[in-house]
């Protein structure tokens, strides 16, 4: 008798539930979740380099939130673009070593830029993100 009327009182309670709209989603979920703002485009920029201020090439940049891929040029210097619908303030990325020591070898090492939006008009448009990092490897040591 008892699971009886549980079951119909879940379902009652259930059915109200959906009738209202209720949501689980909060504004600042990532996951499946509508977002209030939308950025149309994030450039992310930066330079590699080692303890000795030296830029290093070929360090490959791997952007956690994304999955975006690119490399540091003869420069030390990256960039890229995305626009994935999410407003996020902070980007991590990953940044490896891939080629040996062809360049030097250096420890992986992560990174946070900070995104700063300008443009936009306040609501579902956010405008454009930049954001940029100096990162200082350090050479392995074996």
Not at 41 to 48: A, C, F, L
Not at 88 to 96: A, E, F, H, K, Y
């Amino acid at each position: 008798m008892k699971k009886r009327i549980l079951k119909k009182s879940n379902a009652i309670f259930a059915a109200i539930l959906a009738l209202f709209g209720v949501s689980s989603c909060e504004q600042e979920d990532l996951y499946g979740c509508p977002q209030s703002e939308y950025s149309e485009d994030i450039e992310i920029t930066g330079t590699v380099q080692n303890e000795a201020q030296q830029p290093i090439e070929n360090i490959q940049v791997v952007s956690l939130y994304t999955n975006d891929t690119t490399y540091t040029d003869a420069s030390g210097n990256f960039a890229f673009h995305t626009g994935k619908g999410l407003k996020p303030t902070i980007l991590r990325l990953n940044l490896n070593d891939i080629d040996g020591a062809t360049n030097g070898s250096y420890q992986d090492d992560t990174a946070e830029v900070q995104i700063t939006y300008t443009g936009g008009d306040g609501n579902w448009n956010a405008g454009v993100g930049h954001g940029s990092v100096t990162k200082t490897l350090k050479e392995k040591t074996e």
